[in-house]
């Protein structure tokens, strides 16, 4: 009862903590013997929550794409389509594959140049159906152009992608999951058009893309899909090294340590994930979601891989610069981040005035200063500027333990600069982000990140790549000072 009133409770999504899944996994392994009625009790409330809001949100959605689609840009797109290739390993979900393959046929504008292919495990309780499905696809899905089913050895999730990519001939490879719906009509097109659009940017080709899924807040990163030179160059699809949760964080790392990472606006691919509470509970998910303990230690490997991925990146920028592009280039271009997707901006921004006035309070003339350097704090940190300390102290991320933060201050006629590369980060220069707080900035102040201005002023956070080198000039008649120090750039969709 208590496991039911839980699993209930998270219909509200207040209520959806980490622990969610572990109580989720808890009744599926207990849903063979007495306590069966629980999942079953929990998944016709999740079946009929899907069914409401595919009515009120999904359908109607899907035809106001229907309707907009001649007026889009996309529709009027002029370069031959290219061919894409959706790679889905599944297990004992065909009404799920029945349903996203019926969702990719309505919606794609011109089907034909798609490929789906689907791996399936040969110990699969459901594997005579699956083939009873591919047997009729060409009659019922006959606007896709090719539909396939490879049955193999249970290998898992990662290996099964890249097998599925290695027999794919897309220009794209597109990650898909059988709990997925494509619902804006036209998202081929879309895609056409977004990748046409970057490889002007980017002759060489290397792309990473990704649609909103409905799942992740603005932003957010999920199913990545790759062109044809990235795969190319690396040879793989997905990493085989986790069991399952950090796969998709290791393609779009590497995508934004390149700065190669594009949303493909206006596209709605709906993952009905059951943490979600879009899906009914499955034994699926028990197998392929595992437990907090071992998603803990994919994400435990996935730090430790750190060098290996900035590995990766290295080979794709080789590939760029035989192109004749410079990944540098492009990098001044994302140098700048906005910095109200960081957490610690509203903290920093509620406490100007208190460090504002514990500066001016400071002995002596005010003077920049060192506060945390080699793991460690300084000593005029706690003598002169506790408040600064302590607000620091509160971000763990300004405080790892090679980690830096300084108390900026830059006299009237002078100028600082910040070079790029590693000097003062500890995190490599394109791992780790500068962070910049006002606190006192006169108005003929200027800020410069790489070769151009940036506007900035007292109580803002600016936040920008270490590898991109910035210079403060102070032309006022006062003081500038600024609270300085370096983070990890955070994981895409993070």
């Known amino acids: 009862m208590k496991d039911l009133g839980r699993l209930l409770l998270g219909h509200a999504a207040r209520f959806r903590g980490r622990e969610l899944q572990d109580v989720a996994t808890r009744a599926l392994r207990a849903s063979g013997g007495e306590n069966a009625w629980v999942v079953s009790v929990v998944n016709t409330s999740l079946r009929a929550r899907q069914a409401v809001d595919h009515a009120l949100r999904l359908a109607p959605r899907r035809g106001?794409?229907?309707?907009?689609?001649?007026?889009?840009?996309?529709?009027?797109?002029?370069?031959?389509?290219?061919?894409?290739?959706?790679?889905?390993?599944?297990?004992?979900?065909?009404?799920?594959?029945?349903?996203?393959?019926?969702?990719?046929?309505?919606?794609?504008?011109?089907?034909?140049?798609i490929e789906a292919l689907f791996y399936v495990d040969d110990d699969d309780p459901q594997?005579?159906?699956?083939?009873?499905?591919?047997?009729?696809?060409?009659?019922?899905?006959?606007?896709?152009?090719?539909?396939?089913?490879?049955?193999?050895?249970?290998?898992?999730?990662?290996?099964?992608?890249?097998?599925?990519?290695?027999?794919?001939?897309?220009?794209?490879?597109?990650?898909?999951?059988?709990?997925?719906?494509?619902?804006?009509?036209?998202?081929?097109?879309?895609?056409?058009?977004?990748?046409?659009?970057?490889?002007?940017?980017?002759?060489?080709?290397?792309l990473c893309l990704y649609f909103d899924d409905g799942q992740y807040p603005e932003g957010g990163c999920d199913f990545p899909m790759v062109t044809r030179p990235w795969y190319g160059t690396l040879g793989y699809f997905t990493p085989t090294i986790f069991q399952q949760w950090e796969v998709e964080k290791w393609v779009f790392d590497i995508a934004d340590r390149l700065h190669r990472l594009y949303p493909v606006p206006g596209v709605l691919v709906e993952h009905r994930h059951y943490q979600d509470y879009k899906a009914p509970f499955d034994a699926t998910y028990q197998r392929h979601r595992m437990t907090r303990e071992k998603s803990f230690a994919d994400h435990a490997l996935f730090l430790r891989t750190e060098p290996d991925r900035e590995a990766e990146t290295?080979?794709?920028?080789?590939?760029?610069?035989?192109?004749g592009n410079t990944p540098d280039a492009d990098h001044a271009d994302h140098a700048v981040h906005d910095a109200e997707t960081f957490w610690f901006t509203g903290l920093l921004r509620e406490s100007h005035a208190k460090l504002l006035a514990e500066l001016d309070d400071a002995p002596g003339p005010a003077a920049g200063a060192v506060l945390f350097a080699d793991g460690s704090w300084t000593g005029v940190a706690y003598r002169t500027h506790p408040l600064a300390t302590a607000l620091l102290a509160s971000i763990p991320e300004a405080t790892l333990d090679s980690g830096r933060a300084d108390l900026l201050v830059v006299?009237?006629?002078?100028?600082?600069?910040?070079?790029?590369?590693?000097?003062?980060?500890?995190?490599?220069?394109?791992?780790?982000?500068?962070?910049?707080?006002?606190?006192?900035?006169?108005d003929a102040a200027q800020l410069r990140v790489g070769d151009g201005p940036v506007p900035w002023g007292n109580g803002q956070c600016l936040i920008h790549d270490t590898a991109a080198p910035s210079t403060l000039r102070n032309d006022g008649t006062e003081s500038l000072a600024a609270l300085t120090f370096v983070v990890p750039r955070p994981a895409p969709g993070e």
């Open 314 to 323: 290295d080979r794709l920028r080789a590939v760029i610069a035989r192109a």
């Open 411 to 442: 006299p009237p006629g002078a100028s600082h600069h910040h070079p790029d590369g590693t000097v003062d980060s500890a995190f490599g220069s394109d791992a780790g982000l500068r962070v910049l707080f006002g606190l006192r900035v006169p």
């Open 64 to 113: 106001l794409s229907r309707l907009r689609y001649p007026f889009s840009a996309a529709h009027h797109t002029a370069t031959p389509p290219r061919t894409l290739s959706l790679l889905c390993p599944t297990r004992e979900r065909v009404g799920n594959v029945e349903r996203f393959l019926d969702s990719v046929a309505r919606t794609a504008a011109a089907p034909g140049r």
């Open 127 to 206: 594997l005579p159906a699956y083939h009873e499905l591919f047997e009729h696809a060409r009659w019922r899905y006959g606007r896709i152009g090719r539909c396939a089913l490879h049955v193999g050895a249970p290998v898992g999730v990662p290996h099964a992608w890249n097998h599925l990519a290695r027999n794919a001939a897309g220009d794209v490879l597109m990650m898909a999951n059988d709990d997925q719906l494509y619902i804006d009509y036209g998202w081929d097109t879309a895609l056409d058009a977004r990748v046409t659009e970057l490889s002007a940017l980017h002759p060489d080709g290397v």
